[in-house]
C-alpha cells in the first residue's frame, strides 16, 4: 500500500527554536494537507496545495507558520520561532484531485513537544 | 461554516451493530460527507464517503437522510480492533476551487468483549 511518510516522527525542542516538519505524498496525488491536532481543538486544517500551488492557509498563523511544496514528493511545515502552544500532533495528508468527495490520505503526524 | 457535531464516546460489545450520527446542519449542496477511524499514533483512515441515501463498502455502512443534515456510520458487527475514535468530515466547496474541510469532534468507539 502507497502511503504519506512524515519525519520526523516525534521532535522536543525549546521555544524560540524553528522546527521544520516534513512529508512525502503518496506518488501522483497531486494535493496536500497539513493539520493539526490537540485535545483541545480536535483536527484542525492549516494548509492546503494543489498542484504545488497554496490555496488555503487560512487555518494557520501566518506570523509564525509557514508551509511550502519545494518539489512534488515533498512538503514542508516550519514553525519559527516556536511556542509552548505549538505542542501538538500535525498530520500531512494527500489525495488525488482535493475535490470534496476524495478521501485523503493520512501520514502517522509528527508529534511536537515545545519545552 | 457549519460545525459537525458527533456523541463524545460509546461503548459496545463485541459482535454487536454499531451506529454513530452526526450532525451537520448546515450541510451545503455540494458537500460529501466522509467517516475516517484512528488508532492511537496513527492518522485518521478513511472508512466511507456518501453523498445522499445509503453507501456500503466492505466495513461500514453509511446512512444519509433526505435533507442531509445528519449521517450515521453503521459498523455491523464490532469486534475489538474497531475500538478507536471515528471522525465525520464534511468537504466544503468554496470559491475558485478551493475547499474547507471540518472534522467533528469525533467519538471514542470502545469495544469490550
Known amino acids: 500500500d502507497a502511503r504519506v511518510t512524515q519525519t520526523p516522527r516525534h521532535k522536543v525542542t525549546e521555544m524560540g527554536q524553528e522546527v521544520t516538519m516534513r512529508c512525502q505524498p503518496i506518488l501522483g496525488h497531486n494535493t496536500v494537507f497539513w493539520y493539526r491536532q490537540t485535545m483541545m481543538q480536535g483536527l484542525e486544517l492549516l494548509a492546503y496545495?494543489?498542484?504545488?500551488?497554496?490555496?488555503?492557509d487560512s487555518g494557520m498563523p501566518k506570523d509564525r507558520f509557514s508551509a511550502e511544496m519545494p518539489d512534488a514528493t515533498l512538503a514542508t511545515l516550519k514553525i519559527q520561532p516556536s511556542e509552548p502552544r505549538d505542542s501538538a500532533v500535525y498530520f500531512c495528508?494527500?489525495?488525488?484531485?482535493?475535490?470534496?468527495?476524495?478521501?485523503?490520505?493520512f501520514g502517522d503526524g509528527t508529534r511536537l513537544s515545545i519545552l | 461554516l457549519a460545525k459537525t457535531t458527533q456523541p463524545i464516546s460509546m461503548d459496545s460489545y463485541e459482535g454487536q451493530e454499531v451506529n454513530i450520527t452526526c450532525s451537520h446542519n448546515n450541510i451545503a449542496t455540494n458537500d460529501y460527507i466522509t467517516w475516517y477511524q484512528q488508532f492511537p499514533s496513527q492518522g485518521p483512515r478513511f472508512i466511507i464517503q456518501g453523498y445522499k441515501t445509503k453507501v456500503t463498502n466492505e466495513v461500514a455502512s453509511l446512512f444519509i437522510p433526505a435533507d442531509r443534515k445528519s449521517s450515521t456510520l453503521s459498523l455491523p458487527r464490532v469486534s475489538l480492533s474497531d475500538t478507536a475514535v471515528y471522525y465525520c468530515l464534511v468537504g466544503r466547496g468554496g470559491t475558485s476551487g478551493t475547499y474547507k474541510y471540518i472534522f467533528g469532534t469525533g467519538t471514542r468507539l470502545k469495544v469490550l468483549a
Open positions: 496545495f494543489r498542484n504545488r500551488a497554496p490555496l488555503d
Open positions: 495528508a494527500s489525495g488525488p484531485t482535493g475535490d470534496g468527495n476524495q478521501p485523503q490520505h
